[in-house]
DNA sequence: ACAAAAGTGTTGATAATACACCCATGT
DNA sequence: ACATGGGTGTATTATCAACACTTTTGT
């Protein structure tokens, strides 16, 4: 049953043991409104007109995380500031062409800096997550998995600043945990509890031509937030 | 760069794009006094006499899942209760042999169910887990990341119950939440925050043969907790 | 002066922590 | 009767949740 174990009796490697392996990005992005992942139309059979996640096999040179910000750097002109492995799928059939292990991720961006050129790259869209369905492959389970994987890890980890720009708004930041989460948060609480994080600098400056009483800025303190995570940092949101 | 994408355009899979996959698996039981892990020790260069976690190349029926609960079965004769994946390592030149890219799991087993027969599989040890150094490959490091996940899931969600006997004391679990967080524990608190949680069903029945006051004994409410966990269920200690 | 979003404190409820003694059994 | 671990309640503190009005800017 088990004829060599690959770890305490090595020998050669059977072909048959080879198999192909892609990784599948679930790339997403925030732009004020809602939370969207970036999709691409298929354009073979049998998933002709269908959307899937932006996904690659793995080349013999590159580790995982290397191919997905491959993939990202390819379609969009730019890598991903974060990144985190979600899951390993591996059904015998999951793909058409034979087997093909896949390894997901989800990735976020800064969406106005992702913005593609529509001649080349025009079956690339931005799309709703709460709209997503009827991908092609089973992506919508990778899909479901890693929204569900970033909503975890967005209350535990102070992650959701790789979503939005440098400098920001107290608002905007309550916003997105709003639009992600699906909640309501009450504006005073909030503020309390971000500040008693201590991960936000005070950038002194405020939002221009706005028609109405100007925000004030900040921006994330990754050096402050290492140091902290170092000492054991707990989060919660 | 990208020659074809796997997802949109799909052709056939070049040969050099296929990989060895494998599982490793961090097993751990716990034996009323530490956790521990159990291990094999390798028997050919590089890596003679050195320990390393169990592993094994996955097969071309079969899911990454499956080929963990093989390898369980083949040397130990059960499966585990509990699986969790934990992370893929993919460093280009990871093992001897050439490209394998391995998927860490842990699993959580009842120790004493775990008893192999010493002529078959000497090799095997299990080893208190801060005693682990020193292993195979890059074992070292998958391993504390699986220690390191078991420790976060542990606190998370209620699958300690998986490396205790069916029907155990109170003293027990706080003991084993000791054990493996590194922390103490006040008992009437403890006993307050597990109460509270109704995830125990009451035996009404006691230790026997203990010399000192017999403990009453619970067994883990499965049933009840996946009917509070599809409601969203928190948990936290 | 008005519209529109920014900003700011207090109170009550709930949960977390700290702490010390009596109980049941075997020897 | 003694040794061993099993079992229990209360008071204090810290954290979370609910809630409404004033401020600053552009038009």
């Known amino acids: 049953m088990i004829a060599e174990n690959i770890n305490t009796h090595i020998s050669a490697i059977d072909d048959k043991h080879k198999v192909a392996i892609s990784v599948d990005s679930v790339i997403m992005g925030y732009d004020e409104e809602s939370l969207k992942v970036l999709l691409?139309?298929?354009?073979?059979?049998?998933?002709?007109?269908?959307?899937?996640?932006l996904g690659e096999l793995v080349n013999p040179n590159e580790t995982l995380d290397e191919a997905v910000q491959r993939v990202l750097q390819y379609w969009t002109g730019r890598e991903s500031l974060y990144l985190e492995e979600v899951k390993t799928f591996s059904s015998v059939n999951r793909h058409p062409l034979g087997r093909v292990i896949t390894v997901a991720y989800y990735?976020?961006?800064?969406?106005?800096?992702?913005?593609?050129?529509?001649?080349?790259?025009?079956?690339?869209?931005?799309?709703?997550?709460?709209?997503?369905?009827?991908?092609?492959?089973?992506?919508?389970?990778?899909?479901?998995e890693c929204l569900e994987k970033l909503r975890q890890s967005l209350r535990e980890k102070p992650i959701g600043f790789n979503l939005l720009p440098k400098?920001?708004?107290?608002?905007?930041?309550?916003?997105?945990?709003?639009?992600?989460?699906?909640?309501?948060?009450?504006k005073r609480n909030f503020r309390r509890k971000i500040n008693s994080l201590n991960l936000l600098i005070d950038l002194n400056e405020t939002q221009q031509d706005v028609a109405h009483r100007p925000a004030k800025l900040f921006s994330f303190d990754y050096e402050h937030y290492s140091k902290q995570r170092r000492q054991g940092f707990k989060f919660e949101i």
Chains 1, 2 share one sequence.
């Open 40 to 53: 691409i139309e298929c354009n073979t059979p049998p998933y002709e007109g269908k959307y899937s996640l």
């Open 167 to 186: 400098k920001f708004s107290l608002n905007q930041l309550q916003n997105l945990y709003e639009v992600v989460l699906g909640l309501e948060l009450d």
């Open 107 to 144: 990735s976020l961006v800064e969406i106005k800096k992702f913005t593609f050129d529509e001649t080349h790259q025009k079956n690339l869209k931005w799309i709703d997550v709460n709209k997503v369905k009827d991908l092609a492959f089973d992506h919508d389970m990778i899909f479901q």
